[in-house]
């Protein structure tokens, strides 16, 4: 079972990738769906973030105001490890039970970790191959402002938040450029899935 780590800026096209192999067959594990999944009303982790940053965050349904917390954690690089310190280990978990889970209903299976943070957070993991989605900055600046609502200025701060591009690159073994036409994507993700084969 090959286990492969997709990781990529916000915007650089990487639910495309992700999409376009499980068409093919992957099984794919979404980190953010994760990190939802263990943030549920009534769970240890929701428990704890609710403890460390206010009960507040907290709706009426006992659910988790995303935008809340992302306010007190964005820019806040204190804040942000307090954050990732409660969540990343749960979601490390869950990700291996769906790994393993995969892997016992067909061996053969292979295993897209989507993952946004990896550099962050999971780039020792023993990954067979680490595919990152790459576009120039610009055109995921444009992309968040045309598909996502975002102002400029939202953007550019999105952006700027995450790890640098040649970060990313630096631990690739394979770069998928999204920079083209959406063809032209999907073409690098069906050769990826024939390597992967």
């Known amino acids: 079972m090959p286990l492969v780590a997709l990781t990529g800026g916000i915007a650089s096209g990487k639910s495309t990738i992700a999409r376009r192999l ?24 929701l428990d704890a973030i609710a403890a460390e940053f206010g009960a507040d965050l907290l709706g009426d349904t006992g659910s988790l105001d995303r935008a809340a917390l992302g306010a007190i954690v ?12 409660i969540v990343h280990p749960a979601v490390r978990e869950e990700s ?3 790994f393993a889970e995969a892997l016992a209903a067909d061996a053969d299976a292979v295993v897209v970790y989507d993952v946004p943070l990896l550099v962050e957070a999971r780039v020792d993991d023993p990954w067979d191959l680490i595919v990152v989605a790459d576009a120039p900055t610009s055109e995921r600046a444009a992309r968040l402002v045309a598909l996502r609502g975002l102002t ?16 990313r690159r630096a ?13 032209e994507t999907l073409a690098q ?3 990826l899935w024939e390597r992967l084969r």
Do not use: M
């Open 22 to 45: 499980a068409d093919h067959g992957a099984v794919i594990v979404d980190a953010d769906a994760i990190v939802r999944d263990v943030q549920q009303p009534g769970s240890p982790v």
């Open 74 to 85: 964005f820019g806040d690089d204190a804040a942000l490890a307090r954050l990732n310190a």
């Open 96 to 98: 291996a039970r769906r």
């Open 152 to 167: 400029e200025a939202d953007a550019a701060a999105r952006i700027a938040s995450q790890v640098s591009d040649e970060q």
């Open 171 to 183: 631990i690739a073994d394979v770069v998928i450029d999204t920079s083209g036409t959406l063809d």
């Open 189 to 191: 993700a069906d050769a």
